[in-house]
């Protein structure tokens, strides 16, 4: 009976119940984005069986001034750790190709790139993956087979069944020969295609390398410990291990003078479930950190989805309460009728309750509906995301919110006296309960504002830096990754010929990087001759590369390919930066003299400086600008095409090209103000994420104010008769309606403002160079919010400017 009762309650009001359900399911659509992703971020690896046993092995590299941690360990370390107590399994992979040249395979006429492993004895029983189709121990050790996932099956062949089928990879035909479960998208060791050791595409070094661990190269290693092992411990053993290793001690003396105590290679050892958040790895050329985050965002956006929610809730309370005070007659009879304090407590709990379920699956409606664009924001694969689980998770949240937000409307109701209601005498709400829901109100508009005062900080530095002058104009540029060096690849010195003769373009120039991305970065201590030595990054470029990108010299001269021959170790040029760390007074004079270093033969060059570059944005505007050192040399993986006209043209005369000389690889074209722009990709994400929340936060605000503004006429309806009586004229009325929601803004203000700037500072602590921002960006936000709130009451005001006297009096 009584859930008969609220229901035809909510029908009767369709306008009411229509806006407070929109309201709370916009609000809660939100939420449950943001907290289910959340929830996706805290599971990352949960698959991996017993995954609390399972760490994975890093190292600081400490021969580089900045300490890099890489998630990378020596590949001998397998061997140590199997002897070493408390260890119960480790297992070692590296990509079958570098990251940023993907293996290609050909499946009938298709290319296609396909994320792949080569992985040692251990990884599937390690990490639980188990075949679903053929034997997955004998596809992993013989040479012309491989596994493959059924989503990867499916993209590749068409099909899930794909045992038997079979794919080119770098000349040789593979046989599927077992089909996995594909690794849930909330991993860390993502993968399609993995080969094992002995795999035909798996290069003879590296087998080698990978099997015996002779010249110390780098490897992903897991490990899984036995209950009650000692982590202290296990990491002595193997640090040991590497300060005992002669391929990983080999450095010049001036590297072992600068690192004095230190040891080299430091190892590290963390929980695998730790790694999605370990947002301090570094890139190296062996393989990308993956899928990160930073804990700091993620608790942000926890704290994000409670506002909202927090924002919702407070929205539909101040709208209940108007309502249950325009409901006071009906309550009165009620009480009058014999109904007691359970009765109206409980119809107002099942009011409560069966509006926030139907706001509830509406809010899941919408955010299906808004979910791509989502997962776009956040740059991960959300497709599971609507689970039962997290669906009975929603409507938990929504009955707590609806039982929640039904006792303050039910306080109200029960205080309702029906003997002067009933006189025609209503009560109004009393003093502390308006100035409860003005405080409520003040947290909505305050949120809005500050909210709006962050995004526009954030949106703003992103255009900033994404604008910030590289040293060089990018807009003619057009960058081409090359799949593999080019000083040996006469099909690579064919194309660039080949480009060169087009008639769009300017010029070809390689480089082992485009500016703006640090795939392949090496380091070296350049020294003066009886002076100062000075740790700086190296780039080895094409004679014409300077000359190419239009860069001109802070002194001396840059390389010029009518004076300069590429591979020519006797010149170099430095930047600005790497002068003043030699010691040099000014770049003027250091035009002309010599430094040397060590090579990668441990031979020492000496080379003569013969100009100084400016500083080329290789980083981000979170670091400052390194010493950098150029050096001849065409063995590089990417070719810098300038246009004489339109990039676009050079873009297609590429595509066009590419498929003469390297008919198994895909071409990897793209402008270089893209490469710029790619270190701020996640701050552009944030950006947009933080503007919908902002203006759904805006909305929420708006109803909120709208539902104050409603209340505050109807309060005061005898009030602004009388002052009509006495003369006020609307405007004056107006004044009225509108300095109270003023003056909570302003409060508003006053209170959000302050942490909003707190958090522009920490935001632009990350950047040494900050955009041009000022206190304008929250004069901007109040103007924003102030701006809403006048729309939002606009209605109101005018019903109290045009209130009839006789209305307000009647009764």
Known sequence: ?????????????????????????????????????????????????????????????????????????????????????????????????????PLTVRVDRNLMTIRSLITLPGFPSLLGIRALQGDLATALERPDRFVIT?????????????????????????????????????????????????????????????????????TKMLLRLKPGASLPVILEQLQQ??????????????????LGQRKAIELAISPLRDAYFDDKVANSFIALPGDRASPRVVFGLAVLASLILLLAAINYVNLTTVRVLRRQREMAMRKVLGAGVPQIVTQFLLESILLAM???????????????????????????????????????????????????????????????????????????????????????????????????????????????????????????????????????????SALKAQPGVAGVAVSEDPVGRLDWMWTRTLKRPGGESALMEMKTVSANFFELYGITPAAGRLFQSAIDKDNDATSMVLNAVAARALGFASAEQAVGQ??????????????????????????????????????LGDNGMVLSVRAAGAPADVERAAQALWPQYFPDALPKIYRAADVLKAHYAEDARMARLLAVATGIALAIAASGTYALSANTVQRRAREIVLRKLH?????????????????????????????????????????IEHAPIGYWTLAFALLLTLATALIAITRHTWIAMRLPPAEALRG
């Open 1 to 101: 009976m009584d859930l008969r009762i609220a229901w035809r309650t909510l029908i009767q009001e369709p306008a009411y119940t229509l806006t407070a359900i929109l309201s709370l399911s916009v609000g809660l659509a939100a939420s449950l984005l943001l907290l289910g992703f959340v929830r996706y971020s805290l599971e990352y690896d949960s698959h991996v069986p017993e995954v609390e046993q399972v760490y994975v092995v890093k190292h600081h590299f400490n021969v580089e001034p900045s300490s890099p941690l890489f998630d990378l360990a020596p590949m001998f370390l397998r061997e140590v750790a199997l002897k070493t107590p408390g260890v119960a399994d480790v297992t070692s992979y590296i990509p079958a190709r570098p990251e940023i040249t």
């Open 727 to 767: 003369g006020a004229r609307r405007a004056d009325i107006g004044v009225l309606v509108i300095r109270e929601i003023g003056v909570m803004t302003l409060i508003s203000a006053a209170i959000s403002l302050p942490i909003a700037l707190v958090l522009i500072e920490r935001h632009l602590s990350s950047y």
């Open 594 to 631: 010599t430094v040397s270093f060590t090579g990668f033969d441990n031979a020492v060059i000496a080379a003569r400086i013969v100009g100084i570059a400016p500083e080329l944005r290789f980083h981000s505007l979170r670091e400052t600008p390194a010493a950098t050192a150029y050096a």
């Open 241 to 258: 291990a590497v300060d005992k290793a002669p391929s990983l001690n080999q450095f010049p003396p001036e590297v072992r003078e600068r």
């Open 150 to 218: 059924e989503s990867a099956a499916l993209r590749l062949f068409g099909t899930r069944s794909a045992l038997g089928r079979t794919m080119v990879a770098d000349g040789h035909t593979m046989e599927v020969g077992a089909v996995v479960a594909a690794p849930p998208a909330n991993t860390t060791i993502p993968f399609e295609v993995l080969f094992g050791v002995n795999g035909a595409v798996v290069e003879p070094d590296i087998r080698h390398e990978m099997l015996t661990g002779e010249h110390g190269w780098m």
């Open 358 to 496: 139907a706001a509830t699956a509406i809010g899941l409606l919408l955010a299906w509906l808004a979910l791509p664009v989502f997962s776009q924001l956040v740059n991960r694969q959300l497709d599971g995301l609507f689970s039962p689980q997290n669906i009975a998770a929603a409507f938990g949240i929504g009955a707590l919110l609806g039982a929640a937000t039904a006792a303050y409307p039910a306080w109200i109701a029960l205080g309702v006296r029906p003997t002067q209601v009933l006189a025609g005498r209503p009560d109004t709400e009393s003093r502390s309960g308006m100035q409860w829901r003005r405080a409520l109100t003040v947290i909505q508009i305050g949120t809005a504002m500050g909210l709006a005062s962050v995004t526009i900080a954030i949106a703003w530095q992103t255009d900033y830096a994404m604008r910030a002058a590289p040293g060089f104009d990018p807009a003619p540029i057009v960058v081409v990754d090359m799949p593999g060096h080019i000083r040996d690849a006469d099909k690579a010195k064919r194309l660039i």
